[in-house]
């Protein structure tokens, strides 16, 4: 659905997207993970065809941006990051006025419409104005909106952020049922969380490349391990317990107010630790996560 | 985390059958409609919630002005000309007739203004209009071009009242007077397309008001619109010539005034079509640079 090679992005002298390569494949839910200023967004409108790459092959729905931007977003729906909802129309009428753009025929505009409000939970909303929706309800309707021309792929970009915890499995629950119809997913997120739930493989992005890359389980096992020990110690009694993680073979990261050990069994790290004869002043033992994979790659958190 | 592999693995294959979104089913085309008529599509509709306000204010504006200017005003000066109208350079025998056409090209270039500045920073900054076009199969040109006619559609409605409220003046020779409304519609892109190529670099809204200020109200009053350019001293004279709303009174004028058209007239359409056509080269670029950047 998407080939990429040594695709870049530059604004001036500025480097966005560093050269990186993709293979999207039809049918699959592809993750971008990365923080702020990772280059996410600018990728999405690479491959949307809305922002020309600066260098490097791109390919999108087997054909080239370059030359069939338009042939190409007839099959692609975008959620940008950011609702472009027009405030002064009515939820029916912003589905309208997007068909027209595909050229579709008002009935068959309509009718796709009613499916679509229904499919967003917004059927009750049609003739309200969009100023009178909440956040998750305005997300919805601009997914509603990117699937208008029935597009192959999607391209979500961020789809919960700012969103809150019951609107986005909202949104989660009906990713799934366009993904069980088959449509290729594209999604951008820097909630870790959000992309072990939905994707089937994902690219961990930072400051423009691609450091991993892989299914999400396959990801945490390759490079954290199966559980995490976070510890919060006293600053003169740090170099006692990295050395005691050391000596019993657990990689370990220093954040600005804890430790993380990764081991197979996170109760033998805290073992270890509490007999450097060390009191801890809080200890969590919980599973490893996406979260832990670009902290071990980048050394920073994904959020802050 | 278990629930996404399963759907994962089952998903593509197993649920075809219910497709709650309709998707896959692909929409019947039918011939095609040029995409920029798409974009204008989209102006219009959202015209729909204003247009009678609109049409009330293109109603009332050329009301206001011929009733105050062109009457009231137009008395006092025809009283106290001395020589007949046209010896002081008012063409069309009084001064209603000659400021007619002088009140039409300046509301022109007012609603140019008003359509090609906030409402294109809107399309950029509020709702966005332009980006989510430009996520469908439209493409830079196309919304360009749809944006510009939507002007010139405004433009067009208000020329149309605009001419009807002055042949209920009186204020009309002839019914050659209708050619009045293309001229305005020449006008009208002549100003927009350069402001929209200037709007679209902006940021904030600052510009658009200091626009006003000093170049539209200056146009407005210096352009020949309420008195012959001829009062003015010879440098300034030259320099109101020069400028575009100049013209468009002219051309106006010989439409309105059904006076015959000259050499002249060719000039001053050709000067109107040379700004609009650079005004779209120019805009292109710009809106290229802004929105495909
Ligand atoms: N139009 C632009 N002009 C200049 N810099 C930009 C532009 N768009 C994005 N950037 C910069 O590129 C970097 C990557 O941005 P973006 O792709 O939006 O990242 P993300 O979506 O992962 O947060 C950021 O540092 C951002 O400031
Ligand atoms: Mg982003």
Known sequence: MVRARRLRKQFGDFVAVGGIDLEIRRGEVFGFLGPNGAGKTSTMRMIACMSPATSGELEVRGRDPATDGPAIRAGIGLVPQEDALDAELSVLDNLLVYGRYFDLPRRVIRERAGQLLEFAQLADRAGAKVDALSGGMRRRLTIARALVAAPELVILDEPTTGLDPQARHLVWERLYRLKREGVTLILTTHYMDEAEQLCDRLVVMDRGRIVAEGPPRALVAEHVAREVLEVRVLPADEAAVVAALDRHGAGCDRLADRLCAYGDDGDALLAAVLATGVHPEGVLVRRASLEDVFLRLTGRRLVD | MERVERVGVTGAVADVGARPTGLGELCPRRLSRPPWVRALGYFLFRWRRTFRSTLAGNFVYPVLYLAAIGVGLGGLVDHHLHGGATAAGLSGGSYLAFVTPGLLAGSVMQIALGESTYPVMGAIRWERSYETMLATPLEVTDVLLGHLAFVAVRVLTAAVVFVAVAAAFGALASPEAVLAVPVAVLVGAA?????????????????????????????????????????????????????????????????????????????????????????????RRTYRRRLAA
Do not use: K, N
């Open chain 2, 191 to 283: 100003f927009a397309a350069p402001l929209m190529a200037f709007s679209v670099t902006r940021e904030r809204d600052l510009a658009f008001s200091t626009l006003q200020r000093l170049v539209i109200v200056p146009l407005f009053l210096f352009s020949g619109s309420f008195f012959p350019l001829r009062q003015l001293p010879g440098i300034l004279q030259g320099l109101a010539e020069a400028t575009p709303l100049y013209h468009g009174v002219a051309l106006a004028r010989t439409a309105m005034l059904g006076t015959p058209w000259r050499l002249a007239d060719v000039g001053h359409a050709g000067y109107l079509v040379v700004l609009t056509a650079i005004g779209y080269v120019l805009a």
